[in-house]
């Protein structure tokens, strides 16, 4: 295998887990290398470069809390951070660190097989290079393979075709007339950039969510010092809680209160930011009833921010439980939507039928395009693994054990695939927490188990079959306990035949870690080590 470069560890992507799982590799004396597709760091925050994007965690929350120097060091503006200043931040991350010189960039690993002859992963890559190494590590992110898609008659339209995931910021939109499909988080948050810039924005929405004002703000010093002193406290609680953030849920039923009570918490938390809402009442996410309390209350809401009676009834989120599809935060959507250049289609009850050279045709009208923007998300936790082709033992390929959903032990690992790691795989906390928060349970409990490896002289480590469906059906389980099983949304995976997978664990964040910490206590319970 010559003219293949070897390290203990290869770790594929640069975003929050592959820049801090370096770090931490290298700190435990282990030769390290990530491999990334972008041409720098940043992961999802590379790519996703459209006008408008930020993160609706606050930023303070939404940082790592591995460096008490970093921590310091770094001072942020605002209450949520834009996308140009996250990515400045792992930029800097990864210039404090040093972690550029053992990152390939530029380079998509396309393939990895496992060789147990020789114990080792062989990684293949697009730009001929590849790879040998005892470990291999998946950092590469819960959403991250963006999805189109097919639409009937697309190959006919001759304007420019974007995606938020993917943005070209050399296509110029203004004054142009604009299609945008998709009003989740991305689809919300680049609805008012493009409709100021656009001559005529055509938003095509196929499910309402509900989007709470993000309530922005600059982080002013008085605000920015008190942060700093109650910092370690309230990264702890995020650690221990049990979505990884800050503020947690406020004690009672929203079904035992009285309609007036019921209605000042719902104000007092109406702008406290994207989970502020769903924070009012402890019960929000498990009764069905209190829940509905509270989607009445957004119904309202939203209602009172639109004029034009179709457009409410449009846009007003129906069927589903508040929350049980990924809340979303806005700034100046509903206003937007609310303009008279901005039209609002529902693509259920106008389908579209196919395109022209410029504009998309339904089944009712046809709408002039000259730019068509896709915010459709993305084949989330698992599309950026599949993408890559894993083989593990006798061949076996990870894209087909997934084809009937997907399934790891605790997120992690799956059997048949020694030495590989998943961070924030499915069937962990990941895209149902505060991801970074999670990211870095992750990274800390892989390099412990490398670090006990090498010191008891282990070369393999694998999930059992039997612990691996042990976790899944208890993964399965605590869903059935929430309200999430009620709605169509990304959370759920699929088997063949159609059948809805829930993939995050929803039994919080602390006791997740607390299971993994023991497991690992317990000779790595559940893991064969070889
Ligand atoms: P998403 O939530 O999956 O939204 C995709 C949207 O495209 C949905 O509204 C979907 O409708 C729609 N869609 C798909 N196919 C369509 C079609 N043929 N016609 C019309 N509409 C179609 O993706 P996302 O907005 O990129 O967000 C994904 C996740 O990334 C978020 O939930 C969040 O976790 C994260 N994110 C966070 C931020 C932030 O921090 N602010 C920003 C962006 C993304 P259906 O719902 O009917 O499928």
């Excluded at 702890?236 to 009570?261: H, I, M, N, S, W």
């Excluded at 605790?410 to 999670?438: C, D």
């Excluded at 694998?462 to 929430?482: G, L």
């Amino acid at each position: 295998m010559s003219g293949l470069r070897q390290f203990d560890v290869i770790v594929v992507g640069a975003g929050f887990a592959g820049l801090y799982m370096l770090h931490k590799l290298r700190e435990a004396g282990f030769q390290a290398h990530v491999v990334e597709a972008g041409s720098g760091v940043g992961g999802t925050w590379y790519w996703n470069r459209y006008p408008g994007a930020r993160c609706d965690v606050p930023s303070i929350e939404y940082s790592y809390s591995f460096s008490s120097e970093l921590e310091n060091e770094w001072r942020w503006s605002e209450r949520y951070a834009a996308q140009p200043e996250i990515l400045t931040y792992l930029e800097y991350v990864a210039d404090r660190f040093d972690l550029k010189k053992d990152i390939t960039f530029d380079t998509k690993v396309t393939a990895a097989v496992w060789d147990d002859a020789m114990k080792l992963w062989r990684v293949d890559t697009d730009q001929g290079n590849g790879y040998l190494s005892q470990h291999l590590i998946l950092a590469t992110g819960a959403l991250s393979a963006p999805k189109t898609p097919e639409l009937p008659g697309i190959e006919n339209f001759k304007g420019a075709i974007l995606h938020t995931a993917k943005w070209d910021a050399r296509v110029d939109i203004e004054g142009k007339a604009v299609a945008l499909f998709g009003t989740g988080s991305s689809g919300i948050q680049v609805t008012p950039p493009l409709a100021q810039k656009a001559s005529q924005l055509t938003v095509f929405q196929r499910t309402p969510n509900f989007a709470v004002p993000a309530n922005n703000r600059p982080l002013n010093e008085d605000e920015w010092r008190q942060s700093r002193a109650t910092l370690p406290a309230r990264r702890e609680a995020a650690r221990q809680g049990f979505l990884g953030f800050f503020d947690v849920p406020r004690a009672g039923a929203a079904k035992d209160d009285t309609p007036d009570k019921r209605e000042q918490r719902f104000n007092e938390q109406w702008n406290a930011g994207t989970a502020g809402l769903l924070l009012a009442y402890e019960d929000l996410l498990v009764d069905e009833e209190s829940n509905a309390h509270a989607a009445e209350f957004a119904r309202r809401k939203i209602a009172e921010t639109i004029d034009d009676p179709d457009k409410v009834r449009k846009i007003t989120p129906q069927g589903y439980p508040l929350g049980s599809r990924r809340m979303c935060s806005e700034i100046g959507f509903y206003e937007t939507i609310n303009r008279t250049n901005v039209a609002l289609v529902d693509v259920r009850e106008e389908p579209v039928t196919g395109f022209s050279a410029y504009g998309i045709r339904t089944t009712d009208h046809h709408y002039s395009a000259e730019v068509v923007v896709f915010a459709t998300g993305f084949d989330a936790c698992v599309g950026a693994i599949k993408a890559i082709d894993i083989r593990g033992l006798e061949g076996k390929s990870l894209r087909e054990e997934w084809a009937d959903g997907p399934h790891a032990y605790l997120g992690l690992a799956v059997p048949a695939f020694p030495n590989l790691f998943t961070i924030t795989g499915p069937g962990s906390p990941s895209v149902l927490s505060n991801v970074v928060v999670s990211i870095e349970q992750h990274v800390e409990w892989i390099a412990r188990c490398l670090t006990d490896m090498r010191a008891s002289g282990k070369a393999t480590i694998e999930a059992t079959e039997e612990a691996e469906r042990d976790w899944m059906d208890h993964v399965h389980e605590i869903a059935q306990q929430t309200l999430f099983p009620r709605a169509d949304s990304w959370y759920h995976g699929r088997t063949r035949d159609g059948r809805k997978v829930f993939m995050p664990y929803v039994g919080g964040c602390g006791p997740y870690r607390a299971t993994c910490d023991e497991i690992a206590a317990a000779d790595y319970r559940g893991f064969n080590l070889g």
